[in-house]
């Protein structure tokens, strides 16, 4: 086995959206960021990453939905969006044509599985605010193309409805019921 390009292997396969998620937060970014010095993520590096077991998916978001209730629909969304994922799709569960892109709507879910994922790691408001800012690159981006750092924004406003359903005991506005476009 290479030191470089780690396979990351799953347990069960119930868990892989879960592993999907967590590798493409910017909890785990960052994370990984503090931890490796350059550009290559090593085996070492990966045990080392802060990865949640999958039975703390199972708690209670606050509204009657587990974490993995509210993920798992969010990476299956944004990750099959061609007919060659059809078997990842079918294990899902989701036997339906695959999604439509619509960057918007993409970018809305990414942004909630990464409050959601804040949440899951008990980091508070502040916390969630340090670590967007790390994120140089992704801020540059934003704005230039919209004049803000809306990436920051989004979740920072998701992690907080979030965290105020959870205070009220109400439900989280789905936007998986909602059309694909949406608007932010």
Not at 143 to 170: A, P, S, W
Request: charged fraction near 25%; aromatic fraction near 12%; hydrophobic fraction near 40%.
């Amino acid at each position: 086995m290479s030191d470089r390009a780690p396979l990351v292997r799953v347990a069960a396969d119930e868990t892989a959206p879960l592993i999907v998620a967590l590798f493409n937060s910017f909890v785990v970014d960052y994370a990984a960021r503090s931890a490796v010095g350059g550009t290559d993520l090593s085996y070492f590096i990966v045990k080392q990453l802060p990865i949640l077991h999958p039975a703390r998916f199972q708690d209670d978001m606050g509204w009657g939905c587990t974490y993995a209730d509210f993920i798992v629909p969010r990476v299956l969304e944004l990750t099959y969006t061609s007919s060659e994922l059809q078997d990842f799709a079918e294990h899902l569960g989701y036997e339906d044509q695959p999604f439509p892109w619509s960057e918007g709507r993409r970018f809305r879910l990414r942004c909630e599985i990464d409050a959601a994922l804040f949440r899951l790691y008990g980091m508070d408001h502040d916390d969630v605010d340090y670590i967007m800012e790390t994120f140089p690159i992704v801020k540059r981006d934003d704005e230039r193309g919209f004049g803000e750092f809306r990436t920051k924004r989004v979740v920072l406003e998701i992690y907080d409805q979030m965290m105020g359903v959870d205070t009220t005991g109400n439900a989280y506005p789905d936007i998986l019921t909602r059309s694909p476009e949406i608007s932010l």
